[in-house]
Nanobody, 120 residues
Framework: VQLVESGGGSVQAGGSLKLSCAAS????????MGWYRQAPGKERELVSS???????SDADSVKGRFTIAQDNAKNTLYLQMNSLKADDTAVYYCAACMQWVGGRRDFAHWGQGTQVTVSS
């Protein structure tokens, strides 16, 4: 499985960005997908996830501002980010196939990450 993110960049606070993740292997119908982010000096954070039945889940920090979606025909996962804040600055990673390892949630496949920088 290959995951390739795109769409990161620099934006002013209050602006919007849309991240895309192109996936190989037609995994959307069999795997829960997600977006993570990691800021310098902080732990990796699950931002949003979407299950195979379309159920989505968002971190409290992004609820009402970020929207996760997927296009099965295009094998692409999206993260629409609105009302961006400086605290949203991080490297964003696409992740595929949620699993539980030692009681902790993890994903089996990861993209290389894309930088999002929000200036205040």
């Amino acid at each position: 499985v290959q995951l390739v993110e795109s769409g990161g960049g620099s934006v002013q606070a209050g602006g919007s960005l849309k991240l895309s993740c192109a996936a190989s292997g037609g995994i959307f119908t069999s795997c829960t997908m997600g977006w993570y982010r990691q800021a310098p000096g902080k732990e990796r954070e699950l931002v949003s996830s979407i299950s195979t039945d379309g159920t989505t889940s968002d971190a409290d920090s992004v609820k009402g501002r970020f929207t996760i979606a997927q296009d099965n025909a295009k094998n692409t996962l999206y993260l629409q980010m609105n009302s961006l804040k400086a605290d949203d600055t991080a490297v964003y990673y696409c992740a595929a196939c949620m699993q539980w390892v030692g009681g902790r949630r993890d994903f089996a496949h990861w993209g290389q990450g894309t930088q999002v920088t929000v200036s205040s």
